[in-house]
Nanobody, 128 residues
Framework: VQLQASGGGLVQAGGSLRLSCAVS????????MAWFRQAPGMEREFLVV????????YYEDSVKDRFTISRDNAKNTVYLQMTSLKPEDTAIYFC??????????????????????WGQGTEVTVSS
């Protein structure tokens, strides 16, 4: 299984970007899919996870009103729509896939160890 993240770039504060995570090798609906990010000098942080059935999500509080996760089963791709971007959103964004069959509590999905596959990251820079 491979995850390919794309869609990053340079955007002005207040702007929008849509990141994509293309899954190859298995059907995306086999996994709970998440987005993380890592800012310079910081640890990687959880942003959002989408359940295998596509019906449930957990969002980090700092992004829940601005970011939206979605999935296109036909394209085997997960998206992260980001709006009202701020300079503090500048980071490398990673997608990840969890093999968990059940839907667990939020704390489970915050942990990097809960994910088996990771994409290579796509860089987002938000200018002020």
């Amino acid at each position: 299984v491979q995850l390919q993240a794309s869609g990053g770039g340079l955007v002005q504060a207040g702007g929008s970007l849509r990141l994509s995570c293309a899954v190859s090798g298995r059907t995306v609906s086999n996994y709970a899919m998440a987005w993380f990010r890592q800012a310079p000098g910081m640890e990687r942080e959880f942003l959002v996870v989408l359940s295998r059935d596509g019906g449930r999500t957990y969002y980090e509080d700092s992004v829940k009103d601005r970011f939206t996760i979605s999935r296109d089963n036909a394209k085997n791709t997960v998206y992260l729509q980001m709006t009202s971007l701020k300079p503090e959103d500048t980071a490398i964004y990673f997608c990840a896939a969890s093999l968990s069959g059940a839907w667990y509590t939020r704390t489970y999905y915050y942990k990097e160890s809960s994910y088996y596959y990771w994409g290579q990251g796509t860089e987002v820079t938000v200018s002020s």
